[in-house]
């Protein structure tokens, strides 16, 4: 899909997305609503998936040269590459150990898991689209936050209508899942504000090292807190990260760039 973004071909992607997701969600269901062996159904629902995806890669494979620069890649995508391996790891420990806090919170964590998860990685667009327009020389910071936002809202509104529709199946504490929620709600409204500035200095010269290794500071940050005897140790850890990463993300953009009035990042 990244391939076809950076060549400009999004009608196609956005085709092969949409297919992607129709077949994913009739598959299950249609499954659901014959067979009662789950992992028959999430099995079979994984195979169709894997087919279609590997009859697109093979696809797009013939028409281009697959090159790998193992050095290159790994220094563009560092910042990736750490944050999911520590996202394991506080997942991991994190929700094991609030789930030991008694059924209230193992549910209510749970279902805002189940309305949040999917917008966080619908939310990955704004760093795919700021990746684009970056390695092309056409990045507008200006322009770039605001469209974030814009993704930001349809998606806190798909949240807020998730919760209007499913709140009624579970039984939930409000206050704790609220609290959870609002955790999720602040660095939903942050996220942007230092994404798009570490999307920057990740491709910059110089200043990869500098971001890989705040995002190593922050993601342990979390695994840190994820032992923390509290049903909240998920929802500290997310936060004081966020903290960590605006504050030192914003003190390294702005020590060496700024921002002009068209919205170009310029130097200091």
């Given amino acids: 899909m ?23 969600f009739s598959v299950l269901i249609g499954l659901s609503l014959l ?10 629902t994984l195979s169709v998936i894997f087919i279609y995806t590997l009859i697109i890669t093979i696809k797009q494979y013939r028409r281009f040269k697959f090159k790998i620069n193992l050095l290159k890649n790994t220094k563009y995508e560092s910042v990736s590459i750490v944050k999911n391996a520590f996202f394991f790891m506080t997942y991991l420990f994190g929700f094991s150990n609030a789930l030991e806090f008694g059924e209230e919170y193992t549910v209510a964590l749970n279902f805002v898991a189940l309305v949040t998860d999917t917008q ?9 689209v700021a990746k684009i327009d970056i390695s092309k020389g056409k990045f507008n910071y200006k322009e770039h936050r605001r469209n974030a936002y814009r993704l930001l809202g349809i998606l806190l509104f798909t949240t807020l209508l998730m919760i209007a529709i499913l709140y009624r199946y579970y039984k939930l504490n409000f206050i704790i899942t609220l609290m959870y929620l609002s955790v999720e709600i602040v660095n939903f409204l942050a996220e942007p504000l230092y994404d798009l500035k570490i999307c920057y200095l990740q491709l910059a010269d110089k200043f990869e090292s500098k971001v890989t290794s705040n995002k190593l500071v922050a993601s342990g940050i979390r695994v840190v807190t994820s032992f923390l005897k509290t049903p909240f140790c998920t929802a500290i850890g997310q936060t004081l990260s966020m903290i960590e990463q605006y504050i030192v993300v914003n003190i390294i953009f702005y020590r060496n760039f700024k921002i002009n009035k068209e919205g170009k990042v310029v130097k200091k």
């Fill in 35 to 44: 067979i009662k062996n789950k992992v028959t159904i999430v099995a079979i």
């Fill in 120 to 128: 966080w990685d619908s939310l990955s667009a704004i760093e795919t």
């Fill in 2 to 24: 990244e391939k076809l973004y950076f060549e400009g071909k999004e009608k196609i992607a956005n085709k092969y997305m949409l297919t992607l997701n129709a077949l994913n």
